[in-house]
């Protein structure tokens, strides 16, 4: 993730453990070397970094800004959160967003951050080349979605609609809600579509990043 985000332009400095720099190939240490750096020793570098096993290197990253209305001026395949609590779940939905071909990923501004470490981990370097976005009012999103044309999808419990089964259209917003009570009531409501992914067993409901998988590739199918 460190290399790709110097390709992108994104670094602004880096810290480095000595262990880490000294054992830097020469192709490593001239990539490595051309952004302002420090390199401090291990018991600092310890100290600094949030893992138990920290990799040697730390960076401080510019945040991508994106523009809504430019986003959806070219976007037809978006995938919508609403109140994401778990990091792992994001980064895996960000990381298979992109997999699966989706313009962008928005999300309720009560979900979790997505600069959360364990979310920038987790999404394995697609959060530097895939459009996230916060809105204030997700609800009010969805709306501003059917009237730009999308099918908003909801994935509801009380749906009769397989998804598998379902007509998604040409330009396609799936909304997948929160890990412990998902969609809210308005957002199911808001949506243009409700669908079903059919369970068998026992089991109450799928976890939020399956779900979401399920959905994004779906609709790459369709």
Do not use: C, W
Request: net charge negative.
């Amino acid at each position: 993730m460190f290399k790709e985000a110097i390709e992108l332009g994104l670094v602004i400095s880096a810290y480095y453990s000595e262990h880490f720099f000294e054992g830097l190939e020469t192709a490593d240490r001239q990539t490595f070397t051309g952004i302002p750096y420090e390199v401090v020793s291990d018991g600092v570098f310890g100290s600094i970094s949030e893992t138990v096993t920290p990799q040697g290197v730390i960076a401080v990253v510019k945040m991508p800004e994106h523009d809504v209305e430019e986003i959806l001026r070219n976007a037809s395949k978006l995938i919508l959160l609403e109140n994401l609590q778990d990091p792992g779940n994001l980064g895996t939905i960000i990381r298979t967003a992109e997999a699966a071909g989706m313009d962008a990923v928005v999300l309720s501004k009560d979900s979790v951050d997505v600069y959360n470490p364990k979310v920038v981990r987790s999404t394995m370097g697609a959060l530097f080349r895939k459009p996230v976005i916060y809105v204030d009012d997700l609800i009010g999103f969805v709306g501003l979605l059917n009237v730009k044309g999308f099918t908003t999808v909801a994935t509801d419990l009380s749906a009769s609609s397989d998804y598998a089964n379902a007509d998604y259209g040409e330009k396609t917003a799936v909304l997948i809600g929160n890990e412990g009570n998902g969609l809210t009531p308005e957002a199911v409501s808001a949506a243009s579509l409700k669908v079903i992914i059919p369970m068998e067993g026992q089991v109450e409901s799928l976890n939020a990043g399956v779900a979401a998988a399920l959905m994004m590739y779906e609709i790459k199918r369709k």
